[in-house]
T-cell receptor, first 113, second 114 residues
Framework: QKEVEQDPGPLSVPEGAIVSLNCTYSNSAFQYFMWYRQYSRKGPELLMYTYSSGNKEDGRFTAQVDKSSKYISLFIRDSQPSDSATYLCAMSESGGGADGLTFGKGTHLIIQP | GAVVSQHPSWVICKSGTSVKIECRSLDFQATTMFWYRQFPKQSLMLMATSNEGSKATYEQGVEKDKFLINHASLTLSTLTVTSAHPEDSSFYIC??????????FGPGTRLLVL
């Protein structure tokens, strides 16, 4: 079993829809959870950063962490064609950027105009 | 703020040659930088952790003599792929630990070894 599981997609939704992206993980020591967006042939861009369980909202993005289920989610409201990209979940045991991150494979998201 | 650059953005080399990739934090000092590798349709995989002024820490399975890492200053880390072979062809991405509690990534370097 891989440490982080993420459905690679592609996930195709119409413009304006709510998008739900998810990851599961097996290492109960993970405490810091991140979502990155990666466009083709580019480096990842940080979208959301959360610690432990709970919700965090930033504009159209909401990140949820359920440590009891080892399950994290990213919701995108009012999705736009410019949101089309690969979304990577990442996590680490220590915060402060001190440790290397463990990534999921990424979900390829397509927002149809 | 928190911009990380990489150079070159892409490189093609012959098998057996060495290639150096630079990673710079442009507007902040980074005591810790990380090097990742990403194969097509795969996760980013951590290769090594680089701390300024000390030896890099390599992940299991990564050959330290093949992937030489130098973190000589608070804004620059370099990765040298020595005696490159076609199987080393990949997308190499660095990240730097910023003032926020996470990492900021460079744009990546695409390496093709012929």
């Amino acid at each position: 079993q891989k440490e982080v599981e993420q459905d690679p997609g592609p996930l195709s939704v119409p413009e304006g829809a709510i998008v739900s992206l998810n990851c599961t993980y097996s290492n109960s020591a993970f405490q810091y959870f991140m979502w990155y967006r990666q466009y083709s042939r580019k480096g990842p861009e940080l979208l959301m950063y959360t610690y432990s369980s709970g919700n965090k909202e930033d504009g159209r993005f909401t990140a949820q962490v359920d440590k009891s289920s080892k399950y994290i989610s990213l919701f995108i409201r009012d999705s736009q064609p410019s949101d089309s990209a690969t979304y990577l979940c990442a996590m680490s045991e220590s915060g402060g950027g001190a440790d290397g991150l463990t990534f999921g494979k990424g979900t390829h998201l397509i927002i149809q105009p | 703020g928190a911009v990380v650059s990489q150079h070159p953005s892409w490189v093609i080399c012959k098998s057996g040659t060495s290639v150096k990739i630079e990673c710079r934090s442009l507007d902040f000092q980074a005591t810790t930088m990380f090097w990742y590798r990403q194969f097509p349709k795969q996760s980013l995989m951590l290769m090594a952790t680089s701390n300024e002024g000390s030896k890099a820490t390599y992940e299991q399975g990564v050959e330290k003599d093949k992937f030489l890492i130098n973190h000589a200053s608070l804004t620059l880390s370099t990765l040298t792929v020595t005696s490159a072979h076609p199987e080393d062809s990949s997308f190499y991405i660095c990240s730097a630990r910023g003032t926020r509690e996470t990492q900021y990534f460079g744009p990546g370097t695409r390496l093709l070894v012929l």
